[in-house]
Antibody, heavy 122, light 110 residues
Framework: QITLKESGPTLVKPTQTLTLTCTFS??????????VVWIRQPPGKALEWLALIYWDDDKRYSLSLKTRLTITKDTSKNQVVLTMTNMDPVDTATYYC??????????????WGKGTTVTVSS | QSVLTQPPSASGTPGQRVTISCSGS????????VNWYQQLPGTAPKLLIY???QRPSGVPDRFSGSKSGTSASLAISGLQSENEADYYC???????????FGTGTKVTVL
């Protein structure tokens, strides 16, 4: 059974750096075709894809946030960390991590964590 | 910012069929597969459809997906009250080199 859990601060100040950790179980991030994705959802708004890290350490970032995001993995700890610099009140959202399945023909996020809410305010 | 366009709302009475559209472009839906997610109030999204029309284990066959050109659609037949939720389409975008989500559709059971 695959599970993921997001953790990190619930409140950050503007201009600070946010560090979120996704701790997972039930799969290995060294297995071919596996990835972990970060997605966020501002209150009352749509989902927004942020970043993805693959089993081979290949990484993808949202173009609009690329300069502010860094995604890393620690396979031995079964963790993926997302850092977002220069936080702003518009970054207030629920942040989710999810398990990604990738094949030659399709990919999808099949299991999601419950999410962690981050508020940006002074 | 959502690249895929969905109607903001859809509704139907119990037992009816509801269809949700998702419009994209050649760089996303036109060249890649589409996934659909259901988000019940206050919960995380759940995978409903992957690879355009495949259902994960446990998803009822009342949910079906299709894709044609640069658009996709999700159909819910035999609508039930527990289907009240937000529904999102998603696809990889080759130009953006990342995933894009739809604007979301709120389904209401009248």
């Amino acid at each position: 059974q695959i599970t993921l859990k997001e953790s990190g601060p619930t409140l950050v100040k503007p201009t600070q750096t946010l560090t979120l950790t996704c701790t997972f179980s039930g799969f290995s991030l060294s297995t071919s075709g596996v990835g972990v994705v970060w997605i966020r959802q501002p209150p009352g708004k749509a989902l927004e894809w942020l970043a993805l890290i693959y089993w081979d350490d290949d990484k993808r970032y949202s173009l609009s946030l690329k300069t502010r995001l860094t995604i890393t993995k620690d396979t031995s700890k079964n963790q993926v960390v997302l850092t977002m610099t220069n936080m702003d009140p518009v970054d207030t959202a629920t942040y989710y991590c999810a398990h990604e399945v990738t094949t030659d023909y399709y990919s999808y996020m099949d299991v999601w964590g419950k999410g962690t809410t981050v508020t940006v305010s002074s | 910012q959502s690249v895929l366009t969905q109607p903001p709302s859809a509704s139907g009475t119990p037992g009816q069929r509801v269809t949700i559209s998702c419009s994209g472009s050649s760089s996303n839906i036109g060249g890649n597969t589409v996934n659909w997610y259901q988000q019940l109030p206050g919960t995380a999204p759940k995978l409903l459809i992957y690879n355009n029309n495949q259902r994960p284990s446990g998803v009822p066959d009342r949910f079906s997906g299709s894709k044609s050109g640069t658009s996709a659609s999700l159909a819910i037949s035999g609508l039930q009250s527990e289907n009240e939720a937000d529904y999102y389409c998603a696809s990889w975008d080759d130009s953006l080199n990342g995933y894009v989500f739809g604007t979301g559709t709120k389904v209401t059971v009248l």
